[in-house]
């Protein structure tokens, strides 16, 4: 019985489908990357803004396709969409046989037998365990190249940011305990990982459920106390929770990566108040301040969110002067999505859809702009690089400096006289800049020594 998987969204999501994938494997299903030699497939759905619920459902339809017209046996719905939506995704497309929700991932076993054994094709199988209750962690099979790998530390969300749809999709928030989380990190070393990133729903509030404060910087420790693991990269900070002993943390653990994923969503106070954001524009400026000033070559990554309902031409202009003054060296920019059971569904003062998409360009722009210069004043110094592959079209190796997250930033392109193996560190000279990306050359060992 060969399995195919189509995994949508973020790394959270992402270590569901290795959880699933370890948990089919060990009842010895083939897994297959190729979704026309499947007999099952697997949509590990997001769902939680529109553009992420029409990329699940065009793969439904994808995969539909092939099992009116592959002889596909099954579809199973898993992830955010299936979640959200439940039962109305077995209504809605007739051509799926099984959904679980969040809460059932360890029922995939129980749901691929059922869609093999199952003898008319009116029968679907659906779970939707509680959520809250979910085992966390677990054994998986990484999906990242061998030498990179995503940590979860904790599961869900107490933010109840007024556009979110996440906590009722992913349940309260729920930290693993330290001990879970360091033996999960000694065994991802062991597999050979060289950079892990540690991410959930809100990074920064780690712990507090469980040992009565912010432990992200505790966390910290006890990773690096009990690995070697080089780079350790943190996902997903919020702005009013960057405690003291984070940033000392930060500062003083040569093996935590002074780079920090801080989504801020908007800096206007109207904007924050409305959704519901924890901290006010004077905490946020506050915390950027005291990131740059205590960790001087820190990379901030951030994100915003225009077109809310009800911003105006002045909360917006706040925003892009925000951008220019603060000159983040990573930020994405989302359009408002007004998405059903959240409080801004309802709001008055919806934005024009060019609107948002107009003042969105504006951003990016002037994103654009801080990149290249940032980008080329990296020109003539020499890095640190996490070898990820060759391009034997381009012949040119690529990976990525501490300054690059997995997936989201940019590349470091580099020549070398001879071939590099995936997940080396390496010294590269920057030579150039293409858009987000730097090029450079391998610094020989000669060259260092002179």
């Given at each position: 019985m060969k399995i195919g998987f189509v995994s949508l969204g973020c790394p959270k999501n992402q270590l569901d489908t290795e959880v699933m994938l370890h948990e089919?494997?060990?009842e010895g299903y083939e897994i297959?990357?190729?979704e026309t030699e499947a007999e099952i497939v697997i949509i590990n759905t997001c769902g939680f803004i529109e553009s992420a619920k029409k990329e699940a459902i065009?793969?439904?339809?994808?995969?539909?396709?092939?099992?009116n017209h592959n002889g596909l046996r099954g579809i199973i719905v898993t992830g955010c969409l299936a979640e959200r939506y439940r039962e109305s995704i077995l209504e809605e497309f007739p051509e799926v046989d099984a959904v679980l929700g969040v809460g059932s991932i360890h029922n995939i076993v129980d749901a691929v037998r059922f869609v093999t054994e199952k003898k008319k094709k009116s029968q679907k199988y659906s779970s939707f365990e509680d959520k809250e209750q979910v085992r966390l962690g677990g054994d998986r099979v990484l999906t990242t190249p061998e030498y990179t790998a995503y940590l979860k530390i904790a599961e869900g969300c107490d933010n109840r940011c007024a556009y979110c749809a996440i906590p009722a999709i992913r349940g309260k928030f729920r930290s693993r305990p330290i001990e879970d989380i360091v033996a999960e990190a000694k065994q991802l070393e062991a597999l050979g990982v060289r950079e892990l990133t540690?991410?959930?729903?809100?990074?920064?509030?780690?712990?507090?459920?469980?040992?009565?404060?912010?432990?992200?910087?505790?966390?910290?420790?006890?990773?690096?106390d009990a690995t070697e693991i080089p780079w350790i990269r943190i996902l997903y900070c919020y702005p009013d929770k960057i405690t003291d002993e984070l940033v000392a943390e930060m500062r003083d653990n040569p093996r935590i990566l002074k780079y920090i994923d801080l989504p801020i969503q908007h800096i206007s106070d109207r904007m924050l108040t409305?959704?519901?954001?924890?901290?006010?524009?004077?905490?946020?400026?506050?915390?950027?301040?005291?990131?740059?000033?205590?960790?001087?070559?820190?990379?901030?990554r951030t994100t915003f969110i225009v077109g809310f309902p009800g911003e105006s031409e002045e909360d917006f202009e706040e925003l892009l002067e925000f951008v220019k003054e603060?000159?983040?060296?990573?930020?994405?920019?989302?359009?408002?999505?007004?998405?059903?059971?959240?409080?801004?569904y309802d709001f008055e003062d919806q934005i024009d859809e060019q609107v948002k998409q107009d003042r969105m360009d504006i951003i990016m722009r002037e994103q654009l702009d801080i990149n290249e210069a940032r980008n080329r004043g990296m020109i003539g110094k020499t890095i640190t690089v996490l070898c990820e592959d060759f391009d034997p079209v381009s012949e040119t190796h690529f990976g990525r400096s501490e300054a690059d997250a997995p997936e989201i930033d940019g590349k470091v392109y580099f020549r070398a006289d001879t071939r590099v193996a995936p997940g080396s560190f390496v010294k590269v000279k920057v030579r150039d800049v293409l858009?987000?990306?730097?090029?450079?050359?391998?610094?020989?060992?000669?060259?260092?020594?002179?």
């Open positions: 089919l494997m060990a297959t990357p190729e065009d793969n439904i339809l994808d995969i539909a396709w092939l099992k540690v991410v959930a729903q809100d990074t920064t509030r780690y712990g507090k459920d469980i040992y009565g404060e912010y432990s992200l910087h505790k966390l910290l420790r006890a990773i690096t409305a959704m519901n954001r924890h901290g006010d524009s004077k905490t946020v400026r506050e915390t950027v301040a005291k990131l740059r000033r205590e960790i001087p070559d820190i990379v901030i603060s000159k983040f060296e990573h930020a994405g920019v989302f359009t408002y999505s007004r998405e059903e059971d959240t409080p801004a858009d987000y990306d730097l090029i450079g050359r391998l610094v020989t060992k000669e060259q260092k020594e002179n």
